[in-house]
């Protein structure tokens, strides 16, 4: 077999197409089980392109009951009953440079527009709040279920915006109307997931839902999304040999290329060290090691708030940092650190025990 034969999933974000058409995939499904069963709203941060959108999609598959897409898969042996809910699934990703009103008018209006079809409208339901609350109700009727509610990427809509204060308040309004109705639609919601890069305590979902459950730094799920180098050497075994032989190395020296490039990423105390998938699988269906991640490029936010904070990004290795700077709201931020991390451009590389012990952790971080 040579790299051409395997099918590497680049680019694609949907768990169904990834199983249905033969892409090669590291299979995260015990995880999922256990985030599915883990709280009833959850919200999860990881950096761009490191599979928030397929480990949403693989959730929505799964509360579908789609059995068959998870046959072989290690989900098999926890799921008993394979129960089907109804789904609404919301990427927001869309909603980038879009302006408030364009976000309320048409994004989210849009994305209503598909749902109503199966589950009807009511004329009444005037704006996107009262719509989504109108979708849940008709589904938990028509249906006899609770919904499963997945929204990808929630904080695209005000990330853009982050630097203009009016703008800022225009899409919080916007935002925050939609997201109040989930609170009190919660007897009719069995699950309800939501992923982004970083948290806007006091924009949505964060002062709306004060039940939604933070596991962004819970070690439990610290590998739910990217490839550790245990998947690295055992599942993707073959695609070292593969990319070694292009380079004419063993594939032990191929390994070691690889972890000195990709890996290094932790997303909490006890992480293990994390590949980005999105570089590892590109480095593998190229046959070349590259800036594969780096070169798509700096988001606008990251560079605004460099800028506002004057950050020297050569004096941001090795810097103890509280762990309590990471759950600040990202607007009353007070440094670029936080942002940095949940961006991927910085990454945990150690903590203080001692200090961990008495409730005040400090992590190191350094350049990725």
Known sequence: MNAMERRYPVGIQTFSEIIRRGYLYVDKTDLVWQLAHFAKFIFLSRPRRFGKSLLSSTLESYFQGDRELFEGLKIMTLEQQWEQFPVLHFDLSGARHLPPQGVRDELLILLLDGYERV???NPKETS?????AGLIDRAYEQTGKQVAIIIDEYDAPLLDVLHEEERLAEMREVMQEFYQRLKRQEPKIKFCFITGITKFSQLSIFSTLNNMLNVTMNPLFSAICGITEEELTTVLAEDIRLLASEYGCTAETM??????????????????????????????????????????GTPSYLIRQLMRFRTDITDVERQEV???????????????????????????????????????????????
């Not at 996107?128 to 989504?132: H, K, V």
């Not at 980005?276 to 991640?293: C, E, H, K, T, V």
């Open 119 to 121: 589950y009807g409208s």
């Open 128 to 132: 996107p709040g009262m719509r989504l």
């Open 255 to 296: 390994q070691l290329k690889l972890k000195q490039r990709y890996d290094g990423y932790h997303f909490s105390e006890k992480s293990a060290d994390i590949y980005n998938p999105y570089s590892l699988l590109s480095a593998f269906r190229q046959g070349r090691i590259d800036n594969y991640w780096f070169d798509t």
């Open 322 to 368: 509280p762990a309590s700077a990471f759950d600040q709201a990202t607007e009353n931020m007070t440094n670029a650190l936080p942002l940095l991390y949940q961006s991927g451009y910085l990454t945990i590389k150690d903590y203080d025990r001692e200090t961990f012990i008495s409730s005040i952790p400090c992590l190191c971080l350094i350049r990725k």
